[in-house]
């Protein structure tokens, strides 16, 4: 996948997680795409667990529970494993 996937993705991802989206079609226009692209990675991250809801009175995105993507390579992944297993048992 192109590097501009993964960074419309990021940006979709920061603006739900500060309720700065906008409507669909304001949004599709900004990250310049389509809104049936929109849709797509809105289904895509729907299925890999995303919460994402939409407020018609802020109309913007948001997810219903406090999370988000983290897309990037990891030098050392056992670390970042133990890390994360211990802010779970905390």
Not at 31 to 50: H, Q, V
Not at 71 to 90: A, D, G, H, P, Y
Request: glycine residues 6%; hydrophobic residues 40%; contains cysteine.
């Amino acid at each position: 996948m192109p590097k501009r996937y993964f960074e419309r993705l990021q940006t979709i991802d920061y603006l739900i997680r500060i309720k700065g989206t906008g409507k669909p079609a304001h949004l599709a226009k900004r990250l310049r795409i389509s809104e049936r692209t929109l849709f797509e990675f809105l289904k895509m991250m729907k299925e890999l667990g995303a919460p994402i809801a939409y407020d018609r009175y802020k109309e913007s995105y948001y997810y219903s529970e406090k999370g988000g993507f983290n897309i990037r390579f990891v030098k050392n992944l056992t670390l970042v494993i133990i890390v994360s297993m211990l802010s779970i048992c905390i």
